[in-house]
């Protein structure tokens, strides 16, 4: 006899990124796969100078339990950091800190999330959301996107067929499409909301990361336009890719009810988030650290998509097509077939590691009908001379 | 039309200690109520020393997403911590770290509990686990306890008639009931687990907090004189008792299998547990800071349980009954009703809180058939002054 498990874990699988994350331990390997920032850009000073004075100043306040809702100070940073961004009417109060935004998604599941309902996602969109709402038992339903984003018309008709419980988009430098929902369409995806009062969650982990102009403000900025709007946004930001992954310091802004039921599944998650991170972060927030740590990550990111961008024009030439990426840590690319050359990702992906190359295949982070010629390269991790050899390879993946 | 929420919800409330928290703001309150360790105790130079160390050895690590499992100088650590307390067999890919012990709790959940699913619980039980539990949709069973722990006769009885997926104990110095389950009990209980083929889950967060003798080993310490049981058997520990809660960090010890669901379910929780907060733990315990720690904090809450259970007998003489702790941060009292004196723990914390005391009453750490005459006093907070003082205000309010 052995255990039963849950039959909520018959909804997902370890992911086919996990098993090829086990291939990049190979010596040599140029890896684009990985959907974090680059080491070298922390700030190890800044952290370093945070964490003592949080110590020094309320060590309690570090290292004791915390408010499940987060540690004060920290909200109340986060709160002003989104005002900076041109978010209207939040106070502290009107966020919760989560470990990581990932959590942000886990309580989204907790709280709304059970078999019989729908969630409605963009296709592609972040691996892990899908496997996270699929372990509540909901069904996903994929709203196809383009350049400019979700396709607004298709999502109100996948709405009101479906009435999902959420719609959860990424429409600034989406994760994996690199996708920039325009200006026109996020007000039309806030008037849906209150049109279908259905609950739109906006993950923005990337916004910050633009390279030259900053994209159009997020929904929740965008918010006090349509009225209404704020009673059906949900809004998750994240320090990991700007400041420090492993701080796991998260934040949600979501209607006061769901907050509350959210901080309530989070009292039995885990208490509260880290003090220690959380004081921390607060102490790096207050010290004006964050527009030139911004500065760097954005001019080094920028640089490195550019290097990306040319080299796969000059060695994959027509058997690729990608936008050029103006902000986040991804190249989202298809695959043409031009020229008699592969279609399929998938098997590029398993001939490039033996070129010495890693990347992701597009199809996982498809809910449904996965575009098998699609593939995602991240460029933050390594230097443009680097990013050069690594394309090379993968053209010679391709020959 | 407002949000739908997930049925899971409708099984939890806001506790009723949450609410008696709120009172303890009123200036003046001598409190009693808390589940926390002393931040006085806190060793700040201690863990101050282990970040700096951390940032300077290996920033990156301490920064950068890391391994859902943990990060591997911290598992390590803690399978060497587990071993020194007479655990066998344990490497540091034998547990995974978890972001405090209740996520430990979550996990198990998760991974194990649905609807139509039984968990057996002692009553009275950890708030915090019930209302976790119940989150998930399962029945919670109630297994009586007495001094030496939970009654194994009828625990054996439980498992026979509800067939529960997992048993939840804290058999070492228990939240709420300061309990200590026999050594022979305990042998009996890992007996069960393999008779009956049914999991054991070992919490314990206090067992480091003994104050004279060594507590019995734990059951995970004593699970090979018990063939079979290992596989049966599942130990959450955690450095917020005796460390620092705002760290964050508790570890889960459980059967491969059951450790890789675990795993997989933490992947979409909070993707792994703050490395900077875990780099941190792993160079304290590296630099063997925590005997000198946990001897500070074994002496001070000695002393404090010492000066806690002179002044009840003192100050409520026979209107109260109670077993003198041994370790851990709790007196679990009953109301006797000698003397014609109250016997209702609710209305003695109303009373007692307009005397200026604060503590939990029993009832809610019960699952079901709650004893309303029982309530829990913390000694680890107050001083042994304010503890004098606080029982006085006690006795006042029964009187």
């Known amino acids: 006899m052995s255990l039963s498990f849950a039959k909520r874990l018959d909804n997902v699988e370890t992911s086919a990124i996990r098993e090829l994350f086990k291939l990049l331990g190979k010596p040599g390997i140029i890896s684009f796969a990985g959907g974090f920032p680059d080491s070298a850009m922390f700030d190890v000073a800044g952290i370093r100078q945070a964490v003592d004075t949080a110590l020094s ?76 709402f699929r372990l ?30 959420l719609v959860y988009l990424i429409p600034t430098f989406g994760n994996p499409s690199g996708a920039m929902l325009s200006l026109e369409r996020r007000k039309r995806v806030l008037e849906l909301a209150v049109k279908h009062q259905t609950l739109i969650v906006e993950d923005d982990p990337y916004g910050d990361l633009y390279f030259d102009a900053p994209p159009p403000p997020s929904l929740l900025a965008l918010s006090h336009q349509v009225p209404g709007s704020r009673d059906w946004l949900v809004h998750c930001g994240s320090l990991s890719k700007v400041l420090s992954p492993g701080l796991r310091i998260g934040w949600m802004v979501a209607p006061p009810a769901l907050l509350a039921k959210a901080v309530m599944c989070k009292q039995f998650s885990d208490a509260h988030t880290s003090t220690f991170a959380q004081a921390t972060a607060a102490r790096y927030l207050a010290a004006g650290l964050m527009p030139a740590t911004l500065a760097t990550v954005r001019a080094t990111y920028g640089r490195r998509a550019l290097a990306m961008g040319q080299a796969l024009r000059q060695e994959l030439g027509a058997a690729v097509e990608f936008v050029q990426p103006q902000g986040g840590l991804f190249v989202w690319a298809r695959l043409t077939g031009a020229g008699g050359k592969l279609r399929d990702a998938g098997e590029l992906a398993q001939r490039a590691i033996e070129q010495g190359v890693a990347f992701v295949p597009g199809a996982p982070f498809y809910c449904a009908d996965p575009d098998r010629s699609t593939f995602r390269l991240s460029f933050a991790t390594a230097g443009e001379d680097l990013i050069r050899e690594g394309v090379a390879r993968l053209g010679r993946s391709l020959a």
């Open 136 to 165: 509540y038992g909901a069904d996903l339903v994929s709203a196809p996107i383009d350049d400019a984003g979700v396709q607004v018309d298709r999502l109100e008709q996948l709405i009101v067929q479906h009435r999902p419980r």
């Open 57 to 132: 100043d309320e060590p309690g306040g570090a290292l004791q339990y915390g408010a499940t809702e987060g540690y004060q100070p920290l909200r109340e940073q986060l709160a002003g950091f989104m005002q900076s961004k041109g978010v209207q009417g939040l106070a502290g109060d009107g966020l919760m800190v989560t470990t990581g935004s990932q959590q942000a998604l886990d309580l989204l599941g907790k709280t709304l999330l059970e078999p019989g309902s729908t969630a409605i996602v963009e296709g592609p969109t972040f691996l892990a959301t899908i496997q996270c």
